[in-house]
């Protein structure tokens, strides 16, 4: 069983990315649906709102309990979070509140020490709680949207395998959280195993939309994002034979410590040219910075990995 002080940074930290996360999900969601489907993007607008509420709680009570390691690796928020908010602000007219990024970089910026705050522990609970109950319903909302796609029912802009991307993001974020409620430890030797064959799927296919997204003009852009997408393939299927192997498993994680660290470059790039209007692409720079902090969650993991191996 993990202690109190433990379960509050786990808690904290999980909620920081993931709350962010899934309100772009789905924000992503929400614009993406034509003017006949107006009531799924009403739906979607709901659980923006609902994670964008939770978001600002975890902020809120954060301050002095994360750790430095997570502060620093750019999985919270990166140079360009603040501006790509604002731009799709911009482009979409949808009113995000770009205060809880504001407010979250002042607490990344001035990190205070652990306070013992009265009742922390209990309000995590709480905030771990509403968590459960928000990502069922997205995660529900998921399935339904993809399912009515795959019949033919509804269009939508977004790729039905970009959905599904979101649908097991947000089911690993509900599990993590229900571990956490109950106090369970994690074995990290096969967390290991799971997260990195996870991560890899996960990078693979944030290059297969990138290069879907992109001007077909975009032509260097768009051999690299293809050439990440089938090397994150292979390291997915390397992962997958190391559980038979364990051995196996120290060169995955180097080699996907290699690989993420060159795909973090191509995002950072991809984002600065599109926020400059440098790259031509039917993407929003939200979407890359979101991958780029998705990428920059699981160097952190794989750092870790590599650090307890």
Request: proline share 2%; hydrophobic share 45%; net charge neutral.
């Amino acid at each position: 069983m993990i202690s109190g002080d433990e379960f509050v940074r786990q808690s904290l930290e999980l909620h920081l990315f993931f709350s962010r996360i899934m309100k772009e999900h789905a924000f992503f969601l929400q614009i993406s649906f034509p003017p006949k489907k107006s009531i799924y993007a009403s739906d979607a607008e709901a659980f923006r709102r609902g994670f964008d509420m939770l978001l600002s709680d975890a902020v809120f009570i954060s301050n002095g309990l994360i750790s430095e390691e997570v502060i620093k690796s750019g999985e919270l928020l990166t140079p360009f979070t603040l501006e790509a908010e604002m731009s799709a602000v911009y482009y979409t007219g949808v009113n995000i509140p770009i205060n809880i990024t504001k407010t979250e970089n002042e607490l990344i910026n001035n990190t205070l020490t652990i306070d013992n705050c009265i009742g922390i522990e209990h309000k995590v609970i709480t905030i771990n709680n509403r968590a459960l109950e928000l990502i069922k319903g997205i995660a529900n909302f998921k399935k339904v949207v993809l399912s009515e796609i795959k019949e033919g029912k509804i269009f939508t802009s977004n790729y039905p395998l970009l959905i599904d991307h979101m649908l097991r993001e947000a089911m690993l974020y509900f599990k993590l959280i229900y571990k956490l409620q109950r106090r369970e430890d994690i074995d990290l030797k096969r967390e290991t195993y799971e997260q990195e064959t996870f991560w890899n799927r996960n990078m693979a296919e944030h290059s297969k939309f990138i290069l879907g997204f992109l001007d077909p003009v975009e032509d260097k852009l768009t051999n690299i994002a293809g050439n990440f997408g089938k090397e994150f393939e292979l390291l997915t299927e390397q992962a997958k034979k190391a559980v038979k192997d364990s051995a196996f498993i120290l060169k995955v994680t180097d080699d996907s410590i290699k690989l993420n660290f060159e795909i973090v470059k191509f995002k950072r790039k991809v984002i600065q040219g599109l926020l400059d209007s440098k790259v031509k692409a039917v993407m929003l720079p939200l979407v890359c910075d979101h991958t780029l902090r998705e990428a920059n969650h699981y160097l952190c993991l794989l750092k870790i990995f590599r650090r307890d191996m």
